[in-house]
């Protein structure tokens, strides 16, 4: 989903966010009328006590935003774990299976299954049907597709497959015990790698730190005008949603990172990341006809 916000000018966050820019400007110019056609001065509140209550709600939101930040970054280590482990396990196969136990075709079905793999995991964490996904099915043969379509968890079957191969290679001789402890050893990475994305994915943040962060905003920019407009009269409005926007901006940096898998515009770029593996590790096997890398759009967004 692309917003207004994703072509990075001050009119599409402005469009982004209209309805609290209007609230928040609604607020200062009720006050800077009633103060201007009235005599009522009671209402005039000391700046100090709005400006530390201001400090405290740029702490908290800020807060929200950069435990946000963590799980994106988070996510983008995971990636870049399965990016370098899917190389190793090509590698692995192509010379393991492929070159000692002279049996190509396995090793060549190994690597696809595990291409397979990456775009599987790529659906499911954006909520996306993975067997509708052309990019799957490519990789997987008819029985496979049928055996999965009844799994509770595609990606953690298809390793099971990867690991009944291994083993079955082992049993006949056709792979040492070490070579099957490696392949083994590279198999868990890639379930502590999966573990961590489905973590993030389905532990979102407490929403007592959304429901906190907008009450305050809100109540904050009902009552900053109330500090200002003795001051700077009619300049109170522009400052007003100036300095409540920026509050509302940083909260909802932290919403947009919470999740850094789905298909909104900072999420992380997972159809390319997985283009990349899957490019990477046909290449290995020797394909002519390979796919380009995804480009940005030409609003510079990755997907």
Known sequence: MFTAASKGNIFGILRWQWK?????????????????HTNITFLHLPPFPLAVVGGAIGIFVSFRSNSAYDRWWEGRKLWGRLINTSRHLCSQATTYIGKSASLPEIADAVVRRHIAYVHVLRCLLRGQPPLD??????????????????ESNMTH?????????????????????????????TVRHLLDIQGGCERIQKTPLPRGYAFVAERLIAAFAIVMPLAMVDRLGWLTIPIAVLVCLAFALISEVGRVLEDPFTLNWPALPLFALSKTIELNLRQRLGDAELPALPKPSKIGVLM
Do not use: P
């Open 133 to 150: 996904d052309e990019d799957v099915t490519a990789f997987l043969t008819d029985a496979e597709q049928q055996q999965l379509a009844s």
């Open 157 to 185: 079957a298809l390793l099971q497959l990867q690991l009944t191969q291994f083993t079955s290679l082992a049993d006949e001789g056709k792979i040492d015990g070490l070579r099957l402890q490696s392949l083994d050893e």
């Open 20 to 36: 609290k820019v209007l609230l928040f400007a609604a607020a200062a110019t009720v006050t800077v009328v009633v103060n201007h």
